[in-house]
Structure formats: C-alpha cells, structure tokens
C-alpha cells in the first residue's frame, strides 16, 4: 500500500495539540507523521471504548511513533465515568415524532422500540419529575417528562428525531445523582497506570471530592511505587460543577472545558463565556486547562475546517487555554494527520498575533513561602525587560517550567529534565518545550552543559540573550532559587 505524501514542515505553536487515538489513528507511521509536524503533544485514549489489551497496544504504538520522531508526548486516559445512556434498540434506531409518547423504562431489559426504551442508568426515576426535560443524543432529541411511576417516566417528545440505542441523557439544569467514578472507572485506572499514562480525566465531576476520590485511588494502586504520579484533570461539563469550579480546580492538577455535555445541560448560548472563566479560573489558580468538543467537527469527513471552526480554536488559544483537543476527527475520522496539521497552523497565526495574555497575579501570597513562585515571575520579568530569545529552566519535577507557562510570556520555554516521566508531563504545559537532559551536579558546569546542548540543537545562536533559571543545589527536587541572565558565547 502507497504511504500518502504528507507536509512535514514542522509548525512552531505554544498552545498545546490533543489527539484523541483511535481507529483512524493508531497507525505508527501516521502518529509519527502527526507528532512530527510538531501538532500532536498529548494523545488521549477514550476508555469508553476498547478492552485493557487494545489500549495496551495503543501506548505501545505511541512510544513507537514518538521515538521514531524524536519526541516524547503525554499519554492522557479519559475514564468514561457514570453511563447515563439508553437500552439497545431493535434495529439500531427509531424514528419518534413530535407529540407522541416514550416511556423510559429502568427495569425493562428487551430491546426497545417507539413505545418504550430501556435505561442504562438505573437511578434516572429517582433524579426526575413531571416537568424536567431531558435531553438526549447531545441535545437532539427533547422529552419532557409527564409522569414518573416506580421503573417508569413516562415522557412527550418534544421535537421529531431518531434516536440510535446506547445515546447519552442529560437533564436540562443539571441534578443527576451519578457519581463520578464507577465500577469500571476502578478497573480501567488500573489499566491506565499499567501503561504509564501520564494523566487521568476524570468525567462528570461535580465536586472536590471526586477528585480527591480519584487521587486516592491512583495513590492507592501506586503505593510503594516511586513513579511520577499522572496528573489529574477534572472534565468541567454538569452544572454543579460551575458551582464549584475553584475548588474543583484547586483540587486537580488541570481542568478540561467539556463543552458538549456541559451545553446539553446549560444551553448552547451559555457555553463561550463559561469557557472563558473557566481558562481564566485555571490560570489565575495555576493550572492548566483544556478546550475540547467540536473543534474541528467537519473534518471527520473534509480535507480543511471551516472558517467558524477556525475561530473557535484562534479564540480558544487567545483565551488562554493550555491545549485544544480532537475527539472523533482523529479517532475516526479520514484526515487525522491533516486535522492536527490544520489545527497547528491556527494555534501558530492565533499566537503572532497575542503580544501577551493576562497571566497569574505575580504578587501572589504563595510567593513568599514558596520562592520557585517568585524565580518563575521574576524570569518573565527580567526576559521582558532585556527582549530575552527564551527562557530556560533547569527542572527535576517541571514545577518551575509550569509556572512560567503561567504567564503567557510569547517566548520558548525550554525546560531541561533527567526525567522521561517529567518530560512527558511537562507536553501539556502551553509554551514548554520538554527536552531529556542529565546535568552535572556542580552548578557552574551544568550551566555550561546546558548552553552547549541548546547549540547543538540549535535552539540558540551565538549572541542570544536567555534566562536561565536554576538551584544552586544541583541534582536536588526543589530547590530552584537562581535567575540569570545570559548571552551565548
């Protein structure tokens, strides 16, 4: 079979590229083209789908592809959390009409049919009562709820549709009971960690404490281990999760903008100014945040996007966001490589033309007990005042090169790390440029060490101005506590 002539130019972007894996995608030679390109940082694996083997291949074919492209990337596992969904129904679909009657059964078992659809999700006739309109298939079809008589919810379709089996519910307003974690999540986030992935999105999260749950968890299946923990991301998409957004944020490691269930439950027109406090929340609170859901929908099937679809992620990377994310355009879609190629392209043009974003509060209280805080503001600083080329960070855990990419400054930050795992992570933080690096212990020489190998790679020329910033006490965690100015001889 003829490998298709693809553009490699490579795209130099900040923002960072989500690519959901999938049958159009899990590819070697494809994912390294798409990683290459310099448009895929983090790859997400969709465990609503598959079995532990199939995702165990999918990391194998990952690492394969960023090998052989000569960069790391994160590997994200996206639990699919509480089933809220309908039965099977017999022939696949059914065509209901407007004003006619759906009965919701939750103990019905067969497969359904006009008159009456079975529930995966038991509880919905606790969590329901006559006047509460549900939606289902991401808000295409409308029912509005009569009556709920023990298993039964007896509904009027609002609007002509038809409805495939499995699609999801949601209920206008939010108010479904689910927990976040089920069953499965436990025996998928067992499987997650087995394949070393280096985040875990948490789905339907409503407060902290389901994601103090999921860190438990994690904690639990890792004890004694000594491996970097992944990072948790809470997926922001029930209304009780904007109640609580800042301590759902503070208790995770980053946030993702949900925007299709999120604009099932709170209406379509709600959905761009929520995204954008939510960026805003994230940054101010330093973590990093995700934009996902649609945005490059109408290339599943099309060679380039639309122009609204091209605003959508320009208005994304100007929010502020972390990352932007593709769901079925790679995972099923016919153009993965060119989705990821389009999207780069964007985030690029989007960024030339951002002087800077409204980064965190650099005079924050946590400066004061925390000095990597204040080493990573004053880098921003001090790179504005002297027109810095880039930034530098000499890191162990990539703390100071997270809080660097809080501000937004429009420079390269390079961050310098022993640690593959810290690399990994590190491929989610807007404006970072990984890069695997064991220095010498003295101070002095691994200055030296880092300069010659920014060269050799040709990140810097003679004559550049960099900030580099550093502990004194090399080959310790957390003990970043220098800045300097440099110029490369």
Do not use: W
Not at 23 to 28: E, K
Not at 128 to 149: C, F, H, S
């Amino acid at each position: 079979m003829n490998t298709p002539q693809r553009d490699l130019t490579r795209i130099r972007h900040n923002t960072k590229i989500i690519a959901t894996l999938g049958p159009g995608s899990n590819d070697v030679r494809l994912l390294e083209d798409m990683i290459r390109v310099g448009g895929v940082n983090v790859v997400r694996f969709n465990f609503s789908h598959g079995t532990a083997e199939f995702h165990m291949e999918n990391a194998r074919i990952v690492r394969e592809a960023a090998e052989r492209a000569e960069k790391e990337v994160a590997i994200m596992a996206d639990l699919q959390g509480p089933k809220i969904r309908i039965g099977k129904i017999a022939g696949g679909s059914v065509a209901l009409t407007a004003g006619e009657t759906l009965l919701l059964d939750a103990e019905y078992q067969g497969e359904g049919s006009r008159e009456r659809v079975g529930l995966d999700y038991r509880d919905l006739p606790k969590d329901v009562a006559a006047g509460d309109i549900l939606l289902l298939d991401d808000g295409l079809l409308g029912l509005t709820v009569d009556e709920v008589n023990g298993s039964e919810i007896r509904t009027t379709v609002r609007n002509s549709h038809i409805l495939k089996s499995n699609k999801g519910i949601n209920k206008q307003g939010g108010g479904l009971s689910a927990g976040a974690l089920t069953e499965k999540d436990f025996q998928d986030l067992k499987t997650a960690i087995a394949i070393g992935c280096d985040y875990l999105a948490v789905s339907f999260v409503k407060s902290a404490e389901d994601m103090h749950a999921a860190r438990r968890l994690v904690e639990q299946e890792m004890a004694g281990s000594s491996a970097v923990r992944p990072g948790l991301v809470a997926k922001i998409e029930r209304v009780e999760a904007i109640a609580n957004l800042d301590e759902i944020i503070l208790a995770s490691d980053g946030i993702m903008v949900a925007r299709g269930d999120l604009a099932v439950e709170v209406g379509n027109a709600a959905v761009p100014a929520l995204q954008k406090r939510m960026i805003q929340r994230a940054r101010a609170l330093r973590r990093f945040s995700i934009t996902a859901t649609q945005m490059m929908e109408s290339m599943i099937t099309n060679p380039v996007p639309t122009r609204a679809e091209v605003s959508d992620v320009a208005n994304a990377v100007l929010d502020g966001t972390d990352a932007v994310m593709c769901s079925a355009e790679t995972a099923i879609g016919t153009y993965p490589f060119e989705t990821v190629r389009q999207m780069a392209i964007i985030c690029a043009a989007a960024e030339a033309e951002q002087d800077s974003l409204n980064g965190v509060d650099s005079s924050h209280a946590d400066a004061v007990s925390k000095p990597y805080l204040a080493i990573a503001s004053g880098a921003v600083h001090v790179a504005r005042a002297v027109n810095a080329r880039a930034i530098v960070a000499l890191t162990e855990s990539g703390s100071t090169a997270f809080e660097i990419s809080r501000h937004s400054i429009q420079l390269p930050i390079f961050a310098l790390t022993p640690s593959k795992a810290v690399q990994r992570k590190m491929a989610m933080y807007r404006g970072v440029r990984p890069l695997r690096f064991t220095p010498s212990c003295d101070h002095e020489t691994a200055l030296q060490e880092v300069e010659k190998t920014l060269m050799e790679r040709k990140l810097l020329d003679s004559g550049d101005v960099y900030i580099i910033t550093s502990g004194s006490r090399m080959c310790e965690q957390g003990s970043t506590d220098s800045l300097q100015v440099k110029v490369v001889r």
